[in-house]
């Protein structure tokens, strides 16, 4: 089982920015595929981004050309860097390992509001 540790999360304006980092306690972390999802209240949970390698990436079309995935093998961590926040962005949330294995972080609230 693999454990991810998520951070950064916090409450800012509308047009503010986060970054999200998750820790996986995991070897051979550059092989996994990590993902970013988000639960807001009362809604399904959603992909929000993905990474395989720096060139393998995915982005919901809610967030594409405000936020940007990335990770860092050395420390087996992975980011999401949130510019020009919205309060639709409000939500939990929760990294999570796609392949080789399935895994969820416990999440981090994101909130956005004036």
């Not at 993905?50 to 060139?55: E, F, N």
Request: with cysteine; aromatic share 10%.
């Amino acid at each position: 089982q693999v454990q991810l540790v998520e951070s950064g999360g916090g409450l800012v304006q509308p047009g503010e920015s986060l970054r999200l980092s998750c820790v996986a306690s995991v070897s051979a972390f550059s092989i996994y595929h990590m993902a970013w999802f988000r639960q807001a209240p009362g809604k399904q949970r959603e992909l929000v981004a993905s990474i395989r390698t720096a060139d393998r990436l995915t982005y919901s079309d809610s967030v594409k050309g405000r936020f940007t995935i990335s990770r860092d093998n050395a420390r087996n961590t992975v980011y999401l860097q949130m510019n020009s926040l919205k309060p639709d962005d409000t939500a939990v949330y929760y990294c999570k390992t796609l392949w080789p294995q399935s895994s969820w972080g416990q999440g981090t609230q994101v909130t956005v509001s004036p």
